[in-house]
């Protein structure tokens, strides 16, 4: 009965910034992972960020790194993903997933840690 549903996808300009919102039912968001994936049709999924809010802890994908930014709300047990300079190539479906535990460590991006997932929100960079 985990459900996951994510919001705030939408066109945007190259260079331009968007936020999206993953809202988390049937689990906390403290006691496990979450990590945002996305998929297009040629490249298939890919792992974005993941964060564990308990741990203070974040992975980004090298794609990501210093233009994407992971953070959790406790009280709106909601994880959010900003990203900022957004290029055509980050044009995919944004999933959240919750993975089966707190701790993934370096393994973040495998999805075999992950057992439920949203139904994604579009994302498209063009001019």
């Not at 992972?33 to 049709?41: E, H, K, L, V």
Request: glycine fraction near 12%.
């Amino acid at each position: 009965q985990v459900q996951l549903v994510e919001s705030g996808g939408g066109l945007v300009q190259p260079g331009g910034s968007l936020t999206l919102s993953c809202t988390i039912s049937g689990a906390t968001l403290e006691d496990y992972a979450f990590t945002w994936f996305r998929r297009t049709p040629g490249k298939g999924r890919e792992a974005v960020s993941c964060i564990s809010v308990a741990d203070n802890l974040s992975w980004y994908a090298n794609f990501a790194s210093g233009r994407f930014s992971i953070s959790g709300d406790k009280a709106k047990n909601t994880v959010y993903l900003r990203m900022s300079s957004l290029k055509p190539e980050d044009t995919a479906v944004y999933y959240c997933a919750k993975a089966r535990f707190r701790d993934v460590a370096g393994a973040w991006h495998v999805e075999g840690w992950y057992d439920y997932w949203g139904q994604g929100t579009q994302v498209t960079v063009s001019s």
